[in-house]
């Protein structure tokens, strides 16, 4: 019987983050796939990044993980979304070829020399007691390991639905993992239901792009990977059109012909993606929804139609879009379609994301309740990085809510649960303005090569950068007069007082940019490390405010509460408390207080009995 340490089930955008981590660790590993040819394929938008998803995608990156350089290898189209608002919520969005996009992960993934593909599908995972200690292939072959992690997808369990047909899968023409998802109950894996779904492909060869708002690529020159070096595509561009009252009222008279209404779909999709019919139903006074038509890559006509997912019958499909100006004339070349599937309960995760209850069994991405390729990439990278850290004994990062987005997703996901597809948004972290996605390298990347898992290129890219941080941090402690500051050209008053250049870039009409011109920091500085260090600068008495509020954060995580706490024996908890406390089991009283409907009483009532018996131990 083959033994790797640890086995990746699963080769989509978590499988494949969570090989290579573990893989770039030095540790042997199996990636498991079903078919080798789809590692990294884009099941759903050919996009990457966004509002929220974005900062993951860099922060991905910053452990050097796979996503951000795969979407530069295959970006046709770059947008930088909420520029109107601060830089600290902006979202770096790629529209990838997907042949290009693809076939970077499966570089990516190759490169790796401690790293196997196995092509084959997982009909059974091997459990001794509490502990994961193999799995089985379909042709019957056993692999013994170490660790496991569960990176399947919406194929666990997977059902596809397009008004009256129903197929069993996890995607359009590939199967399902039905065996495994079976076994998973019978061992009581805490499952339960989602849905998601896709819209339908348009031959943009039909679309009138004539009539419609066009949306060129940024010309500013940014990428997802500073690694990647600038932009190595053809930029396209994408349109925009709108759907309108006859095509609402075809959807609306054909509703009890959709899987959703009918109810042969029971599992709650996500909120912040509903299907069209969905938005329909909800928005009724709308008189349009809003259709970004996104192409699929280079040498393809296929459009991939954003904000009209559905699992509407084929006819009606086509109708619905050809009521809507510039597609009167659409031919559509694959028609959309619902996926329901199995997830695990995440809160039945600890902060790892491996199973509390089964050792050695870690679940990453959709599998855990989650929707997107960011969501999932970030749990791969997490759940490879625990596992890697516990085969080889080493310490893991100190990854929390205060330094990372990836961190605030899987507290979300463990203490919180999911009641319907997870999406990480910005407003779900408390310190956004630390976690902008232009300072992910700078927060992240230190902790990486810490870890031990990044290149010898990302080390080196890195010391050099935080000595251009250093010289330029250090021309900034220069002090100048008003009068220095006009004689340059700039406005400044003398009741200003002379004081150093950091204080001087926080007035209006200062930036680095214009230092560098004037020589008064290293004029050969990156421009996107100058930018940083400026939004440094203009974030700083705001996030001074937050400092107290993390020495209280850092000190509560450090009040640990142990698996089994005992939350019936504290004096003073109600049963409502109690019942909250036990569902969540948090592991320190800073996560206790982010349970919903725990009362600051109850805090201070779990402090002092867990104060008291830490002493009394």
């Not at 969570?18 to 050919?46: E, F, H, Q, W, Y």
């Not at 630390?434 to 080196?460: D, F, K, M, Q």
């Not at 009040?559 to 019936?568: E, M, R, T, V």
Request: hydrophobic share 40%; glycine share 10%; net charge neutral.
């Amino acid at each position: 019987m083959r033994h790797y340490p640890i086995i990746i089930i699963g080769g989509g955008h978590a499988g494949v983050e969570a090989a290579c981590v573990a893989a770039r660790m030095g540790v042997r590993v199996a990636l498991v796939t079903m078919d080798a040819a789809k590692i990294g394929a884009m099941s759903c938008n050919p996009a990457i990044g966004g509002l929220g998803k974005g900062h993951l995608v860099r922060e991905v990156d910053a452990f050097d993980g796979v996503l951000g350089r795969a979407a530069d290898a295959g970006a046709i189209h770059y947008r930088m979304l909420n520029r109107s608002k601060g830089s600290a919520v902006w979202g770096p969005r790629v529209q990838a070829d997907r042949t290009l996009f693809g076939a970077a992960v499966r570089a990516q993934v190759a490169a790796e020399p401690t790293l196997d593909v196995l092509e084959g599908e997982v009909t059974g995972l091997r459990i001794e007691g509490d502990r994961m200690r193999g799995l089985t292939l379909g042709d019957g072959a056993e692999i013994g390991c170490e660790a496991a992690v569960l990176c399947t997808g919406t194929f666990l369990g997977g059902i596809l639905f397009r008004g009256e047909e129903r197929h069993v899968g996890g995607r359009l023409g590939e199967g399902s993992a039905a065996t495994l998802a079976a076994q998973l109950r019978e061992v009581a894996l805490p499952l339960a239901r989602l849905k998601t779904g896709t819209p339908p492909r348009l031959d943009g060869r039909t679309i009138d792009w004539a009539r419609l708002d066009v949306q060129p690529s940024d010309a500013d020159g940014w990428t997802m990977s500073p690694l990647s070096r600038g932009r190595s595509n053809p930029q396209v561009f994408c349109a925009v059109t709108r759907t309108n009252a006859q095509s609402h009222d075809i959807i609306r008279a054909n509703l009890s012909r959709s899987p959703l209404f009918s109810g042969a779909i029971g599992a709650k999709g996500p909120r912040y993606c509903p299907s069209i019919e969905d938005k329909i139903h909800r928005f009724g006074d709308r008189d349009g929804h809003q259709i970004f038509l996104e192409p699929e890559g280079l040498d393809t006509p296929l459009v991939y139609p954003n904000g009209i997912s559905t699992s509407l019958p084929v006819d009606v499909q086509e109708g619905f879009l050809r009521a809507i100006e510039g597609l009167e004339q659409v031919r559509v070349a694959e028609p959309g379609y619902a996926v329901e599937y199995d997830h695990v309960d995440p809160r039945s995760l600890d902060r790892g994301l491996q199973m509390r209850n089964l050792r050695g069994l870690y679940c990453a991405g959709q599998i855990n309740g989650t929707t997107g390729y960011e969501e999932a990439a970030a749990q791969g990278l997490m759940a490879g990085l625990h596992a890697a850290c516990a085969v080889a004994g080493r310490d893991l990062p100190a990854l929390d809510r205060a330094n990372s987005y990836m961190a605030v997703m899987v507290d979300d996901l463990t203490l919180h649960g999911v009641s319907e597809p997870y999406r990480m948004l910005t407003a779900r972290a408390e310190y956004r303005l630390r976690l902008r996605a232009n300072n992910a390298s700078t927060r992240l990347t230190p902790l990486a090569i810490a870890s031990g898992c990044v290149s010898g290129e990302r080390r080196a890219w890195f010391e050099a950068r935080e000595a251009e941080r250093e010289s330029v941090e250090g021309a900034l402690a220069t002090e100048r007069s008003p009068s220095e500051m006009r004689a340059l050209g700039f406005s400044a008053s003398d009741d200003a007082g002379r004081q150093p250049l950091r204080d001087w870039a926080r007035f209006p009409g200062y930036d680095l940019g214009r230092f560098a011109q004037e020589g008064l920091v290293p004029r050969e500085t990156d421009a996107e490390l100058r930018e940083e260090i400026a939004e440094d600068l203009h974030y700083a008495p705001y996030v001074a405010r937050q400092d107290a509020e993390l020495r209280e954060l850092r000190a509560n995580e450090r009040i640990g509460l142990a698996p089994n706490f005992p939350f019936p024996q504290v004096p003073g908890l109600s049963n409502e408390m109690v019942e909250r406390l036990t569902a969540s089991r948090p592991n320190s009283l800073a996560q206790a207080a982010r349970v919903p409907g725990v009362t600051p009483a109850a805090i201070a009532a779990l402090l002092v009995f867990a104060r008291k018996h830490a002493t009394a131990a």
